[in-house]
């Protein structure tokens, strides 16, 4: 349920912005979860997560719009980093190609000319990540041999370097990518790198959640048919 899904990404949200090193159990209920969120001190939170945080939450609580959220994480990275521009692909049921997401700040042209893109080693930036299930940093896109086939679609767009994070589900299977990039060659600073794998682990939580309840609804539909 919507009740749920606050509850847990609530936890969530307090576990990782605290630095707390308590391991997250999703599996625990919803008033477990209630309990252990409140109980967490959040001694590290500034106003601007806190404020972040919250209106995720009434973004969910309104709206089961993934993509809704998904914007709403973005845009929050884009905030405290103002000359970023941030994406999210998602991983299709076959587990082979990158589809579009959210990229409310790319070109259109960029976001159609990545969208359906199959994962592997050398399939630039994010295609890398997914494959590889790993944090893939490209400082300048131009001269990495990693973005050789995305380099002229790149320039057009003023693209010059990228991050991505894989998102992963609770069982660290990859779900998408997060991507971050800069029109300036640029490698990430700890506190930007802090907040991509932050970020991304909270959209992993929003997209497994909503997979979940639409596998449910699925499941229910069939039970009445």
């Known amino acids: 349920s919507s009740r749920g899904i606050v509850s847990r990404l609530n936890y969530l949200m307090d576990a990782i912005l605290s630095g707390s090193n308590e391991i997250i159990d ?7 979860i ?13 106003q601007r997560h806190l404020e972040f945080s919250n209106k995720t939450l ?22 405290e980093n103002l000359d970023s521009i941030c994406s999210v692909l998602l991983l299709d049921e076959e587990r082979k190609h990158l589809t579009h997401g959210v990229a409310p700040s790319l070109p259109s042209f960029y976001s159609s ?10 399939a630039g930036p994010c295609g890398a990540a997914a494959y ?16 050789e086939n995305f380099k002229e679609l790149a320039n057009r767009a003023g693209l010059k370097a990228c991050w991505s994070q894989p998102i992963l589900s ?4 990859v779900l998408g990518t997060f991507a971050v990039y ?20 909270k959209a992993g939580f929003a997209i497994e959640s909503n997979y979940q309840e639409k ?3 699925k499941a229910k539909s069939h039970c009445q048919l």
């Open 26 to 32: 999703m599996n625990k209920s919803d008033d477990e």
């Open 34 to 46: 209630g309990k252990l969120s409140n109980a967490i001190q959040t001694p590290m939170t500034g």
């Open 58 to 79: 009434e973004v969910i609580a309104e709206s089961k719009d993934l993509k809704a959220i998904l914007k709403q994480i973005i845009l929050f990275y884009e905030s």
């Open 113 to 122: 000319g990545i969208d359906g893109l199959a994962i592997g080693p050398n």
């Open 132 to 147: 590889k299930n790993e944090l893939t940093i490209v400082e300048n896109i131009s001269t990495n041999p990693l973005c």
């Open 170 to 173: 609770s069982k660290g299977e």
């Open 182 to 201: 800069y029109k300036t060659a640029k490698s990430p600073g700890e506190e930007e790198l802090k907040l991509l794998k932050t970020l991304a682990y």
């Open 215 to 217: 596998a449910l609804k």
